[in-house]
């Protein structure tokens, strides 16, 4: 069975022009794991659009071939470094991991 990493941002900006800037540079930075990050097999991510204030802002939607590749995900240094600029702009995290 396959794992699929769910993990929704809440931004910690409070003016439009900024939160957007920050939720862009997440999505590229993201993004941007794939093919870098041995047995990442997919991965999106997306804003939210309807409810602003009380959805969370970025949904990260990711898929590895089992919990030990999801692991090494969590320690690649390309993972650590997106991660920790993620840490500087948001309010909030939610994930949760399961098979599909």
């Known amino acids: 069975m396959a794992i699929r ?7 910690a900006a ?10 862009a540079e997440a999505k590229r930075r993201l993004e941007a794991l794939v093919g870098v990050v041995p047995d990442l097999l997919d991965l999106t991510v997306s804003r939210n659009v309807a409810y602003e204030g009380s959805n969370f802002d970025i949904v990260l939607e990711s898929h ?3 919990v030990a590749a999801l692991e090494a995900y969590q320690v ?6 997106t991660a920790s600029f993620i840490g500087t702009i948001r309010s909030g995290r939610a994930a949760i991991d399961f098979e599909v």
Request: aromatic share 8%; glycine share 0%; net charge negative.
């Open 5 to 11: 990493h769910i993990v929704l941002f809440q931004l």
């Open 14 to 23: 409070t003016d439009e022009a900024t939160r957007e800037e920050h939720a």
């Open 64 to 66: 590895f071939p089992d």
């Open 76 to 81: 690649h240094p390309a993972h650590v470094e």
